[in-house]
């Protein structure tokens, strides 16, 4: 393969760009051209790309959102807007192309594989719902994000005696409100996979009251409801004034976290090394973020834990 294109697709995240970079640079060092696409398939469908040197993705590592833009293409979804962005892909003498997005983006590129273009796809969403990885780009970044909106939103409420309904993004999957909840301390998560009753939330948020503490925290994952309509069930039942905030897309902003990056730097390099070896068709995904058990005897009788060696080499591969 010759030469490999690279968009980012559907709501941005931060570490695309981290993503990229790994892409452009890991291409570029096994003598392959790279293609970036400008705005996702929109792009690939008017046409807006250019090559990649090691220049164009220098600088990008700590933004976050995608320097190569994004867009939610609804043409894609036509059998004509497919058969365009997949004849342009030809046209430019394309040969693999990587789609760094969501499910609906992913959907995407699989619909390109069908036409005959080897897609690999990265996940990238900050709502975590994508199917066999543990983590997609974007998540950890969301996640500090709510977790610090959090932190700042406790210290007024407690000023205050106060309890803030908070509304997280995740679409139709409550993970962000979940860890958040963990994560933050807060009091309850109201998610899409679970029922819930407000009249036993408010009972214990009564009593939270009764016992004087200073300020509860509610986080609502959008697809679980409006926080401003569990706000108006709630406030004059749980002690606490009560007062709304919707984090919405200031949740997917914001200079990625290591993780973020490592991730990107990672998923970009396996989706480069994986094409050339013909796995296409393929989405690379992190597995094995289970709790084990070890003896304690076997852990202090083992060396310490060296690092991956990949990673050194990934650092040095990258930096160029
Ligand atoms: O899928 C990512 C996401 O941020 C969802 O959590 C949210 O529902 C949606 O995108 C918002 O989409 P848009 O940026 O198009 O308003």
């Given at each position: 393969?010759?030469?490999?294109?690279?968009?980012?697709?559907?709501?941005?995240?931060?570490?695309?760009?981290?993503?990229?970079?790994?892409?452009?640079?890991?291409?570029?060092?096994?003598?392959?051209?790279?293609?970036?696409?400008?705005?996702?398939?929109?792009?690939?469908?008017?046409?807006?790309?250019?090559?990649?040197?090691?220049?164009?993705?220098?600088?990008?590592?700590?933004?976050?959102?995608?320097?190569?833009?994004?867009?939610?293409?609804?043409?894609?979804?036509?059998?004509?807007?497919?058969?365009?962005?997949?004849?342009?892909?030809?046209?430019?003498?394309?040969?693999?192309?990587?789609?760094?997005?969501?499910?609906?983006?992913?959907?995407?590129?699989?619909?390109?594989?069908?036409?005959?273009?080897?897609?690999?796809?990265?996940?990238?969403?900050?709502?975590?719902?994508?199917?066999?990885?543990?983590?997609?780009?974007?998540?950890?970044?969301?996640?500090?994000?709510?977790?610090?909106?959090?932190?700042?939103l406790?210290?007024?409420?407690?000023?205050?005696?106060r309890a803030f309904v908070v509304e997280?993004?995740?679409?139709?999957?409550?993970?962000?409100?979940?860890?958040?909840?963990?994560?933050?301390?807060a009091e309850y998560?109201l998610?899409?996979?679970?029922?819930?009753?407000?009249?036993?939330?408010?009972?214990?948020?009564?009593?939270?009251?009764?016992?004087?503490?200073?300020?509860s925290i509610i986080l609502v994952?959008?697809?679980?409801g409006k926080a401003q309509d569990i706000a108006d069930q709630i406030k004059?039942?749980i002690?606490f004034?009560t007062r709304v905030i919707v984090?919405?897309?200031?949740?997917?902003?914001?200079?990625?976290?290591?993780?973020?990056?490592?991730?990107?730097?990672?998923?970009?390099?396996?989706?480069?090394?994986?094409?050339?070896?013909?796995?296409?068709?393929?989405?690379?995904?992190?597995?094995?973020?289970?709790?084990?058990?070890?003896?304690?005897?076997?852990?202090?009788?083992?060396?310490?834990?060296?690092?991956?060696?990949?990673?050194?080499?990934?650092?040095?591969?990258?930096?160029?």
């Amino acid at each position: 393969m010759k030469r490999i294109a690279v968009l980012t697709s559907g709501g941005d995240c931060s570490g695309m760009n981290a993503a990229v970079r790994a892409v452009v640079r890991a291409g570029l060092a096994s003598q392959v051209d790279i293609i970036g696409i400008y705005k996702g398939f929109q792009g690939l469908i008017d046409r807006l790309y250019e090559n990649m040197t090691t220049k164009s993705v220098s600088n990008v590592l700590q933004r976050g959102g995608t320097f190569l833009q994004s867009a939610r293409c609804l043409e894609m979804k036509t059998k004509a807007g497919l058969q365009l962005a997949t004849a342009n892909l030809k046209g430019m003498g394309v040969e693999g192309l990587i789609v760094i997005g969501g499910d609906g983006s992913l959907k995407g590129g699989y619909a390109i594989h069908q036409q005959g273009v080897p897609v690999i796809g990265i996940p990238a969403s900050i709502d975590n719902d994508i199917p066999y990885t543990d983590m997609s780009l974007g998540v950890d970044t969301a996640l500090n994000n709510i977790v610090s909106a959090v932190d700042n939103l406790k210290d007024t409420a407690s000023s205050h005696d106060r309890a803030f309904v908070v509304e997280t993004m995740g679409r139709g999957c409550g993970y962000l409100a979940v860890v958040a909840t963990i994560a933050s301390g807060a009091e309850y998560s109201l998610i899409p996979e679970e029922d819930y009753n407000l009249e036993v939330i408010c009972e214990d948020l009564r009593r939270r009251y009764r016992e004087g503490r200073s300020n509860s925290i509610i986080l609502v994952a959008e697809g679980a409801g409006k926080a401003q309509d569990i706000a108006d069930q709630i406030k004059d039942k749980i002690g606490f004034e009560t007062r709304v905030i919707v984090l919405g897309h200031y949740q997917r902003g914001g200079s990625p976290t290591v993780f973020d990056r490592l991730l990107g730097a990672r998923f970009g390099e396996a989706a480069i090394e994986n094409m050339l070896k013909g796995n296409h068709g393929k989405m690379v995904g992190l597995k094995s973020a289970e709790i084990q058990l070890t003896n304690l005897e076997k852990v202090v009788k083992t060396k310490s834990r060296p690092i991956d060696p990949m990673l050194p080499l990934l650092a040095n591969r990258l930096s160029v």
